[in-house]
């Protein structure tokens, strides 16, 4: 509810503001009386934020606990943590570990900045190595591990997948279409451990009708450019997107910033209709939603919380000094809405963490509102 600040109103508001009232606040006759006060509260009564009760009662009033964000995620209290030799308490707030494990013809050197996208050709990241990583970073929490590269390529891919499931954690094997279509028939052969899903990465269209029977679970990313590919490519999934989930991903390319601003830019509109929970918002006060406990590496061994900022170390540092360093001096896991213009904004905690299309397309918001 948006409403005008007066003198009267911003009276009652700073006494709700008070913690110990818990959320309420008397009012004399004269200000029941008043038109504008009356007003407001009819409109607060009409959204369920707030209702009257009479004064005989107050003794016995219903309250209302402020929420407020236990500040756990901070960084002093980790290092307080380290300090006490407490290790476990930071390590499990990773979740997510994203390798890089080679490249491929159909991908691109740019767009892993924007999201998971395989790198064009480059060196093979070794597997003993990846397998020792997954081991130190074990947590109760390290639940999903991705696999990004042609993987046929990969030499002895196949042991590589069984020793991560050995693990028992989600293999997620992304892999662009092209690269799964030239290679169906090797594909078909293999015994894929229970806990491999692959994402098809597709950004042409292409016959549907290589897939639409393979005994695999897998989703789809399609990346999209412009409205025309939206169009062009949602129509040839019609017959498989009931079993399988088919998720559009936009580019940024340097040349279609309109489509940006057309879809994807957010407004009023969307921040108003947006059904977010408490939880969700003070996340969005305290750690970013994107990037908070997942660490990439890439091909040549180096780690990072966020491809875009510094390395935090390489594969054969341990994960928790990685993590910790994150914790301390990082500028990804705890990057939040806290710049200008959105330090000035009545969005700024309802609206996403900043995002790698931000850095991508040079803007500090993605929002026709500042
Ligand atoms: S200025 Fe920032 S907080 Fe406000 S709507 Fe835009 S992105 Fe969101």
């Given amino acids: 509810m948006i409403f005008q600040l007066s003198k009267k109103i911003e009276k009652i508001c700073n006494h709700l503001l008070i913690k110990e009232n818990l959320y309420t606040t008397e009012l004399s006759n004269k200000a029941i009386n008043d038109n504008e006060i009356s007003q407001w509260i009819n409109e607060l009564i009409n959204i369920q934020a707030g209702y009257p009760t009479f004064n005989v009662e107050f003794e016995d009033r219903p309250v209302s606990l402020i929420p407020i964000l236990k500040i756990q995620d901070k960084r002093e209290y980790y ?121 098809l990465l597709v950004g042409n269209v292409f016959d549907v009708s290589l897939i639409r029977d393979l005994d695999l679970p897998f989703s789809i990313t399609v990346f999209v450019f412009s409205e025309n590919d939206h169009i062009e490519l949602s129509t040839i999934f019609e017959d498989i997107s009931e079993n399988h989930s088919i998720n559009f991903v936009p580019l940024y390319n340097n040349h279609n910033l309109s489509f940006f601003e057309s879809n994807i830019f957010i407004d009023e509109n969307d921040l108003d209709t947006m059904d977010l929970t408490k939880n969700d918002i003070f996340m969005r006060q305290a750690l970013n939603i994107t990037d908070f406990g997942k660490l990439t590496v890439m091909p040549d061994e180096t780690v990072y919380a966020n491809v875009n900022n510094p390395p935090l170390g390489t594969i054969d540092n341990s994960t928790y000094s990685l993590v910790y360093k994150e914790f301390m001096g990082g500028k990804s896991w705890l990057k939040i809405r806290d710049q200008s213009p959105c330090t000035e904004c009545l969005y700024q905690w309802l609206c996403p963490s900043p995002s790698n299309y931000e850095i991508a397309i040079g803007k500090p918001n993605l929002c026709h509102v500042k």
Avoid at 111 to 119: D, E, G, H, I, R
Avoid at 128 to 145: A, E, P
Avoid at 152 to 180: G, K, N, R
Wanted: charged content about 15%; some cysteine.
């Fill in 79 to 199: 290092e307080k943590q380290h300090n006490l030799g407490f290790r476990g308490e930071i390590l499990q707030h990773l979740q997510e570990i994203t390798f890089y494990i080679n490249g491929s013809e159909n991908g691109n050197n740019e767009y892993f900045k924007q999201t998971t996208f395989p790198l064009k050709d480059c060196q093979n990241l070794d597997g003993s190595k990846i397998l020792s990583f997954i081991k130190n970073s074990r947590s109760v929490l390290l639940n999903t591990v991705n696999l990004v590269g042609n993987i046929f390529l990969y030499p002895a891919f196949e042991q590589l997948i069984i020793d991560i499931a050995y693990f028992s954690v989600q293999c997620a094997i992304h892999v662009p279409i092209q690269d799964l279509i030239d290679n169906l028939s090797q594909l078909k052969t293999i015994h894929w451990p229970e806990y491999v899903r692959f994402n």
